[in-house]
């Protein structure tokens, strides 16, 4: 299965939601994303959640986390 890694600055934002949509739409076994952040910050951006919630998406669950030479080498 490949790893993808959506990353951003805060991983708070955008990379949140594109890890998110990338999973609803890739079928099971062939691919799963991730998303991180060079600096994360302390939650996800509730207008994030909110606007992902709209669109049946849940992110109650998600945190930020950093990217590390690891996740990125995967």
Known sequence: MELVVFACVH???RSQMAAALFNRGVRPGVARAVSAGTQPGPAVYPEVRQVMA???LDLLGATPQRLTPELAAG
Do not use: D, Q, T, V
């Open 11 to 13: 991983n708070a934002g």
């Open 54 to 56: 709209e669109i049946g």
